[in-house]
């Protein structure tokens, strides 16, 4: 079976935005603020009904950033990333259809696991980059390190519960690519305009991160 998952992600950053629009006209001041604060991937959920057109307009006009669709929760949401102009999809959870559904249009997926089993039962199917969600919920550092000794291949992207506080914690360990988190893009900065403190807190979170 071909499989679309990758195990490195094309972008370079650590740190993963997971974002949630009320407006899709924050989308592309948003994109700029992060490539500012040295942030070159978004995770924008479909957790609002501006998701797609947000993705859309940051496609065209900000072919530079790495642009994933979060919350793809259902098959025909597949096709709907796709063809706002997502180049990769990230899920909280995951069944045998969505997989099916990313694998058929070649779609470059994150898979979210929660247990030894699901892990194990994507690994099956090809995927070696997960999303560990929700990251602290399901153990945090602790859930990472148990997992990594008896399944040392796979690379996990924690979410949930992540922040500038326990983030380099995340990033030092060696099963952990990348993570990410909601604290970068926090509601009332989207909603005042103030791009500038996102651009600062993107380059607080690489800071960290080039610690990890
Ligand atoms: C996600 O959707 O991945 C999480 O809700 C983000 O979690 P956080 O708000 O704790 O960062």
């Given at each position: 079976m071909t499989t679309t998952c990758f195990s490195r992600p094309a972008f370079t950053s650590r740190v993963v935005p997971v974002i949630v629009l009320a407006d899709p006209a924050h989308a592309v001041p948003l994109a700029h603020a992060l490539l500012e604060?040295?942030?070159d991937v978004m995770e924008i959920t479909l957790r609002s009904?501006?998701?797609?057109?947000?993705?859309?307009a940051v496609a065209k006009a900000v072919p530079q950033m790495h642009l994933g669709a979060g919350t793809v929760t259902r098959v025909a949401?597949?096709?709907?990333?796709?063809?706002?102009?997502?180049?990769f999809a990230l899920s909280p959870g995951c069944s045998d259809a969505l997989v099916e559904a990313v694998q058929t249009a070649q779609l470059p997926f994150i898979p979210g696991v929660m247990t030894p089993g699901e892990v194990?039962?994507?690994?099956?199917?090809?995927?070696?980059?997960?999303?560990?969600?929700?990251?602290?919920?399901?153990?945090?550092?602790?859930?990472?390190?148990?997992l990594g000794a008896p399944i040392p291949d796979v690379q996990f992207c924690p979410t949930g519960g992540v922040s500038p506080e326990n983030l380099r914690d995340f990033?030092?360990?060696?099963?952990?690519t990348?993570?990410?988190?909601?604290?970068?893009?926090?509601?009332?900065?989207?909603?005042?305009?103030?791009?500038?403190?996102?651009t600062r807190l993107a380059r607080e979170a690489v800071a960290l991160s080039l610690l990890g």
């Open positions: 604060g040295g942030i009904d501006a998701a797609l057109v947000a993705i859309e949401e597949v096709q709907r990333v796709i063809d706002a102009g997502a180049t194990m039962q994507r690994r099956e199917q090809g995927f070696r980059l997960m999303k560990l969600f929700p990251a602290q919920q399901a153990g945090g550092l602790g859930m990472l390190k148990a990033l030092a360990l060696p099963n952990v990348m993570a990410g988190g909601s604290w970068l893009t926090p509601a009332d900065a989207l909603q005042q305009g103030d791009w500038a403190r996102i």
